[in-house]
């Protein structure tokens, strides 16, 4: 079983709709989360942190947590043909003193305008 | 320059070369990370250094040697690679090793080995 899951993609939406991204995780004992944006040929940039259940909002962006579920999930409103990139989903644990990230393989995003 | 940089970011080497990749991070940060992100593959975390003690090592090939001489410059040696390890190599850092500390990426070193 692969340690964190998104599906690759491509998720294809259209401007102005509701993207969402969905990720699951293996380990019980992670305890932080993050999404990268990756736009083709550049590095991943932070764009939302989720620590505990609930949901947390930023802008038109909602990460959501369900830790019994083992699930996270990106919510981005009002879609833009600029959120078009890949999605990485990120899971931390603290592991003898230092973070062991795990990422997922990545959701590709493409707003159609 | 601020943030996390890297040299170079091309980079084509023979299975032969010996090379070098460069990573500076100018965030005040004291833990650095090596990654190798392959076409249809997951990041892959290969070193993680903490106040320039190598604290993991995700079970990578002694061909890529890691080199941490402060907390602000991470280098990874690479020697006699194989066409496989041909991928976009990243280095990030965040403010420790420990806790849930945002790593910040640089633009990453494409390599391609022939």
């Known amino acids: 079983q692969k340690e964190v899951e998104q599906n690759s993609g491509p998720l294809s939406v259209p401007e102005g709709a509701i993207a969402s991204l969905n990720c699951t995780y293996s380990?019980?004992?992670?305890?932080?989360f993050f999404w990268y944006r990756q736009y083709s040929g550049k590095s991943p940039e932070l764009i939302m942190s989720?620590?505990?259940?609930g949901d947390k909002e930023d802008g038109r962006f909602t990460a959501q947590l369900n830790k019994a579920s083992q699930y996270v999930s990106l919510l981005i409103r009002d879609s833009q043909p600029s959120d078009s990139a890949t999605y990485l989903c990120?899971?931390?644990?603290?592991?003898?003193?230092?973070?062991?990230?795990?990422f997922g393989i990545g959701t590709k995003l493409q707003v159609i305008p | 320059e601020t943030g996390v940089t890297q040299t170079p970011r091309h980079l084509v080497m023979g299975m032969t070369n010996k090379k070098s990749l460069k990573c500076e991070q100018h965030?005040?940060?004291?833990?650095m990370y090596w990654y190798k992100q392959s076409a249809k593959k997951p990041l892959e975390l290969m070193f993680v250094?903490?106040?320039?003690?190598?604290?993991e090592n995700n079970s990578v090939p002694s061909r890529f040697s890691p080199e941490c001489p402060n907390s602000s410059h991470l280098f990874l040696h690479l020697h006699t690679l194989q066409p496989e390890d041909s991928a976009l190599y990243l280095c990030?850092?965040?403010?420790?090793?420990?806790?849930?500390?945002?790593?910040?990426f640089g633009p990453g070193t494409r390599l391609t080995v022939l």
């Open positions: 990030a850092s965040s403010r420790s090793s420990g806790g849930y500390n945002e790593q910040f």
């Open positions: 380990d019980r004992g992670s305890q932080s």
């Open positions: 989720i620590y505990s259940n």
């Open positions: 990120a899971v931390i644990l603290n592991s003898g003193g230092y973070q062991k990230v795990t």
């Open positions: 965030l005040g940060h004291n833990a």
């Open positions: 250094y903490s106040l320039e003690e190598r604290v």
